[in-house]
């Protein structure tokens, strides 16, 4: 009952705290839970942690378009994260906060941070595997089209980051899921290349 309670408080604020598009959205957020859960299932993972640090991975996107510092949103997200759930008190230690906000901080493609523990490894796969398949390939040219960016942009974005995310996975299941969902992308970005 307890972890209930707590997934349900970290979910309503993160969907309070999270965009309102189809991009990096709430939707994004759900997919990138139930892929981490059904990963961390099957290696043994601590699902609390994972749980908690997938719901709150992206609560900082909101905010870095408005940071001074530039920052990256996977830094803000861990900040804010980290405050919320030491606000809130629900039997998590110090030392599960740190977990957490370590998943977060490495999840981000472009953080540059290496995730040490097996949750944040878990957590980065399954971010990245949301970028790539027939949702990832909507995602992208979402993102670009939201950018005021054309087709270009997402031959550029395809080329300079998604169709390298496949090689920036750490686990062997996760490369087994990104085999199929890859396919897809190379399959429109060689029509594309062709047809240009």
Same mark, same amino acid.
């Given at each position: 009952?307890?972890?209930?309670?707590?997934?349900?408080?970290?979910?309503?604020?993160?969907?309070?705290?999270?965009?309102?598009?189809?991009?990096?959205?709430?939707?994004?957020?759900?997919?990138?839970?139930?892929?981490?859960?059904?990963?961390?299932?099957?290696?043994?993972?601590?699902?609390?942690? &994972?749980?908690?640090?997938? %719901?709150?991975?992206? *609560?900082?996107?909101?905010?870095? $378009?408005?940071?001074? !510092? #530039?920052?990256?949103?996977?830094?803000?997200?861990?900040?804010?994260?980290?405050?919320?759930?030491?606000?809130?008190?629900?039997?998590?230690?110090?030392?599960?906060?740190?977990?957490?906000?370590?998943?977060?901080?490495?999840?981000?493609?472009?953080?540059?941070?290496?995730?040490?523990?097996?949750?944040?490894?878990?957590?980065?796969?399954?971010?990245?595997?949301?970028?790539?398949?027939?949702?990832?390939?909507?995602?992208?040219?979402?993102?670009?089209? &939201?950018?005021?960016?054309? %087709?270009?942009?997402? *031959?550029?974005?395809?080329?300079? $980051?998604?169709?390298? !995310? #496949?090689?920036?996975?750490?686990?062997?299941?996760?490369?087994?899921?990104?085999?199929?969902?890859?396919?897809?992308?190379?399959?429109?970005?060689?029509?594309?290349?062709?047809?240009?």
């Amino acid at each position: 009952m307890k972890e209930d309670k707590i997934i349900s408080m970290v979910k309503e604020f993160a969907i309070k705290n999270s965009e309102n598009n189809d991009i990096h959205g709430f939707d994004h957020v759900e997919r990138v839970y139930r892929t981490s859960v059904s990963i961390g299932e099957k290696l043994n993972a601590d699902l609390r942690i &994972l749980k908690i640090s997938a %719901l709150l991975h992206d *609560i900082g996107r909101i905010q870095e $378009k408005k940071d001074l !510092l #530039k920052r990256n949103h996977a830094e803000i997200s861990a900040d804010l994260a980290e405050n919320f759930l030491a606000s809130i008190q629900y039997d998590l230690s110090q030392n599960d906060i740190d977990k957490i906000s370590h998943c977060i901080q490495a999840h981000s493609f472009s953080n540059n941070l290496v995730a040490e523990t097996l949750e944040a490894k878990i957590l980065s796969d399954a971010d990245k595997l949301d970028a790539l398949g027939a949702i990832g390939l909507y995602r992208t040219i979402g993102f670009n089209v &939201l950018r005021n960016g054309g %087709l270009n942009n997402v *031959i550029k974005h395809l080329e300079n $980051k998604i169709l390298k !995310l #496949k090689n920036q996975l750490f686990l062997d299941i996760s490369k087994e899921i990104a085999l199929s969902r890859e396919k897809i992308i190379i399959n429109f970005y060689d029509k594309i290349k062709e047809l240009k």
